[in-house]
């Protein structure tokens, strides 16, 4: 049986290869059973890796976001089932992409509307803003235009013009990652009569104590930022920035879906032991036990999980914003059948298995993140020191 000496053991000879620094925390039942702090969050100037260190999430802000969403729906301000245009009317007449020879194509009204399913599952055939598709081509013009009419505009604004967009395939039919998670974001906004910032505070960070996770930079969380780097083909670390950074200022508006949260990694082992925990967490209920059992059960169909597969997700399935585990055996691990979570795009990770009251908070800040390498890694080992 694996052992936490085993795991610092991992984290430190992580940093010796590159990440610059990086930190993991496991919870059982409510209580931390460890924390590993290893490297440095700014190699430059030497500063370390701590318990205060701040970590942008990129896409495991996807999980907060699709829990926030899941709470309004147990309110019963929407249905999974319901379509996207009930909410949305732009999406309404939802035009679908059909490729033709020679790189040329055509659009045609899509078979079935986009319901707010496949918005969770990422099967409305939206990727993001960047690619050579016609689609994702298409999201970057109204993007500009938004940015020339308006400068700054909100994630409703945003989401209401990309109803105009012709998109991959018909909706539920395949999955692709991408803007799904935006369009939950604006229906959070737009149900709640709330931002989406406001809201998350209010429902989730405010009641588990998660002082230092947000969108906005806010009582020095930027002089505690884990300085993302490049690893080089040679090995050498070269200091980066990330496109996020303007929506972190105190005067930015735009509240993404699929990224733009940053968070420690004591905040985010809260957020992730209430999911572990039937949606308690000290004594404070934040979602329902069965709505979580929903989130993790997986939506895609035989078509889907040959899109959604890869060496990294090998033996899940895609829940309603969250990776979940079908099989052990396909999955070569050693956590339970239901656990569930996401990764963001710098290295930051998570796993949530309820049938054991556990979870795994891995982070670091690093392009290429080798999330294989690294988070399969400590899943082992993690999962290795449960008695």
């Known amino acids: 049986m694996a052992n936490f000496d085993e795991l610092s053991a991992l984290l430190q000879q992580f940093t010796e290869k590159g ?20 490297g440095y969050a700014d190699l430059e100037e030497k500063r370390p890796i701590t318990e205060d260190t ?18 309004l729906f147990e309110r019963g301000k929407f249905l999974l089932n319901e379509p996207i245009y009930e909410y949305f009317p732009e999406y309404r007449d939802t035009q679908v992409v059909v490729p033709e020879e020679g790189g040329k194509y055509h659009v045609r009204k899509a078979k079935s509307p986009m319901l707010i399913k496949h918005a969770f599952a990422m099967a409305v055939g939206m990727p993001y803003a960047m690619g050579d598709s016609p689609t994702a081509k298409e999201m970057a013009r109204v993007k500009s235009e938004l940015e020339q ?5 909100d994630i409703v604004t945003e989401v209401r013009a990309m109803g105009s967009v012709p998109v991959a395939f018909d909706p539920g039919t395949h999955w692709l990652y991408g803007y799904g998670h935006d369009i939950v974001a ?6 709640s009569g709330r931002t989406v910032g406001q809201f998350l505070e209010d429902e989730i960070f405010g009641p588990l104590g998660m002082k230092d996770t947000g969108y906005r930079f806010r009582d020095g969380i930027e002089s505690r930022l884990c300085t993302p780097y490049i690893k080089e083909k040679d090995g050498t670390m070269t200091r980066t920035t990330t496109f996020w950074e303007p929506y972190h200022q105190p005067d930015a508006i735009y509240e993404s879906g699929g990224a733009g949260l940053y968070s420690t990694v004591g905040d985010y082992l809260k957020f992730s032991q209430m999911l572990a925990n039937g949606g308690v967490y000290n004594g404070k ?27 990294y997700l090998a033996g ?6 969250v990776r979940t585990l079908m099989s052990t055996a ?13 990764t963001g795009y710098l290295g930051t990770y998570t796993s949530i298995d309820p049938s054991e009251g556990f979870s795994i908070v891995y982070m670091h800040q690093m392009v290429p993140n080798m999330e294989e390498y690294h988070h399969l890694r400590v899943r082992a080992v993690a999962n290795g020191c449960l008695r």
């Open 285 to 311: 209920r934040i979602i329902g036990r069965k709505t979580i059992d929903l989130m993790r059960a997986n939506q895609l169909n035989a078509d889907q999980l040959k899109d959604f597969n890869n060496s």
């Open 330 to 342: 396909e999955g070569n691990s050693n956590g339970s059948v239901g656990e569930f979570g996401w």
């Open 54 to 71: 701040v970590y942008r999430l990129f896409s495991m802000t996807k999980v907060v976001i699709c829990t926030a969403a899941m709470m």
């Open 19 to 38: 990440p610059a620094g990086c930190a993991c925390a496991v919870a059982k039942d409510g209580k931390t059973l460890y924390e590993g702090y290893f």
């Open 149 to 153: 009419k308006y400068g700054k505009y």
């Open 316 to 321: 899940y399935g895609y829940g309603l914003g």
């Open 186 to 191: 604006g229906l959070i906004q737009l149900v």
